[in-house]
């Protein structure tokens, strides 16, 4: 079965960086785009950075581009959000996801599978 847990949250100041990893299990990890998702207490989930299967393309929202990064090791079957700068709008549960397919695009309407999240604190 699909699992996808996120790791690597935690408590930071602002200014400060975190890695956060997702590892994947019980599909072809390699053969799948995937991304990162965040929903902040009352708002909506959106979507933070994509990466086709290959890393060859990665795409990032406007908040976050030139902050974070993401990359993939298919040999470990691992997707990683490094987080640099981080401010405290950025404050929220992060989710790592499998997408339906490379479209070019990241929207969470073409998610599948979801991981847990993992929680993510900025303060000021």
């Known amino acids: 079965q699909v699992r996808l847990v996120e790791s690597g949250g935690g408590f930071v100041q602002a200014g400060g960086s975190l890695r956060l990893s997702c590892t994947a299990s019980?599909?072809?990890?390699?053969?799948?785009?995937m991304g990162w998702f965040r929903q902040a207490p009352g708002k909506e989930r959106e979507w933070v950075s994509c990466?086709?299967?290959?890393?060859?393309?990665?795409i990032y929202a406007d908040s976050v581009k030139g902050r974070f990064t993401v990359s993939r090791d298919n040999a470990k079957n691992t997707l990683y959000l490094e987080m640099s700068s981080l401010k405290p709008e950025d404050t929220a549960v992060y989710y790592c996801?499998?997408?339906?397919?490379?479209?070019?695009?990241?929207?969470?309407?073409?998610?599948?599978?979801w991981g847990q999240g993992t929680q993510v604190t900025v303060s000021s």
């Open positions: 019980g599909f072809n990890f390699g053969a799948r785009a």
């Open positions: 996801a499998r997408k339906l397919g490379w479209f070019k695009s990241c929207r969470p309407s073409d998610v599948d599978s």
């Open positions: 990466i086709p299967w290959d890393g060859a393309t990665t």
